[in-house]
């Protein structure tokens, strides 16, 4: 049995390097299937720790298996590698380097924690019994890029049993780490309306139908009317982002555009959404006249924590930050494509805390004075590899 002083010790011996690390691909990033220099150095990396390590997955994502030294299950450890289109603000000597484009989520923490605890733990195979396969997805803001990876076989070879995977959130500030069994984050899906009325002169609107009047009504009423036809205490969140409409101020507009989202904490509900809007768009459209478009992409599942994977989860955090810094989270209306992956294994993903009022360290995510408090990164590589090391001596 490896011992948990073994974890600790070794964890904060990689402290600097995972720090240089971050900081690295922190200056370099990468927007989602472009993370070519973030993939190389990921795959030198693992080479260098004389792992398997397969390229190209999903264009630019890579995998890596640990052989442990006696039979046993497979667990997938999963980090994402883009990047976000935001001008970084932060005045630190290793800010983005690429025009444009910010490690503005955490991503630059992920690769390098999964990278630290390939080293730990390939330092440890020796006493591991079964296999682990580090994942590093590209694309996992907005392009879902794991079920690309999916796609391209990484659940497969090896057959992987269980998966772990984590973000670090400001939110939560340093030493803390939570997650909750059962579902912990929303689908979510993209919607765009055009609604097609019949332009004219403002000065003689007779005979016209103004889209942009009718938009009004869709703002209005759209989230009443959905939230009426569903069951009482159905957990859901529409928005509306983007309105477009209209060329000048003297014409009567005849196509507006609206483009929003809908997240949904209940699989049952989520399908009834859509009707549920194309009911109110064609009952708020016809009897004026008009005509709409609705073009409804589904996008990412819920997150649905396995509660045995969950339970490990906590047990070794517990362990890590202690029990009364376990925090049992509520379910969160972001989304997140590890949902993929969890739909096909069970796992549990899970928050690090990397929030620091005292630093100023609190700036929320995909902000360009997003910064993480890197004391961060030994928490979650010691909760991680804590946990791929329970797991695999459960087998």
Known sequence: MIAYGTIDERAAALQDEMVALRRDFHAHPELGFEERRSSAAIARYLSGLG?????????????????????????????????????????????SKNPGVMHACGHDGHMAILLGAARLLSSLKDSLSGRIVFVFQ???????????????????????????????????????????????????????????????????PGGSVDA????????????????????????????????????????VADLVELQGTVRCLDDPVRPLIRDLMEGFLRETMTPRDARFELDYLQGYP???????MTDLLVGAAGRVVGPDHVIDMPPAMASED?????????????????????????????????????????TGLKTLCLAAVDYLESS
């Open 51 to 95: 792992l398997e390590v397969r390229t190209g997955l999903a264009s630019t994502g890579v995998a890596a298996v640990l052989q442990g030294s006696r039979p046993g299950r497979t667990l997938m450890l999963r980090a994402d590698m883009d990047a976000l289109p935001i001008q970084e603000l932060n005045d630190v000597d290793y800010r």
């Open 138 to 204: 590209p694309a996992e803001e907005n392009l879902g890029g794991a079920q690309s990876m999916i796609d391209d076989g990484v659940l497969d070879n090896p057959r992987v049993d269980a998966a772990l995977g984590l973000h670090l959130i400001s939110i939560l500030p340093h030493g803390y780490v939570g997650t909750r069994s059962g579902p912990f984050m929303a689908s979510v899906d993209v919607f765009t309306t055009r609604i097609h009325g019949r332009g004219g002169h403002s000065a003689m």
């Open 212 to 251: 942009i009047a009718l938009s009004a009504d869709l703002l209005s009423g759209l989230n009443d009317h959905v939230r009426r036809g569903l069951p009482d205490g159905s957990r859901f969140l529409v928005n509306i982002g983007t309105i477009h409409g209209g060329t000048a101020p003297n014409v």
């Open 302 to 308: 819920i997150v649905v924590n396995d509660p045995a």
């Open 338 to 378: 590890m949902a993929f992956y969890l739909q096909r294994v069970p796992g549990c993903y899970f928050f690090v805390g990397a929030g620091s009022d005292d630093a100023g360290m609190n700036a929320p995510h995909h902000n360009p004075r997003f910064a993480i408090d890197e004391r961060s990164l030994g």
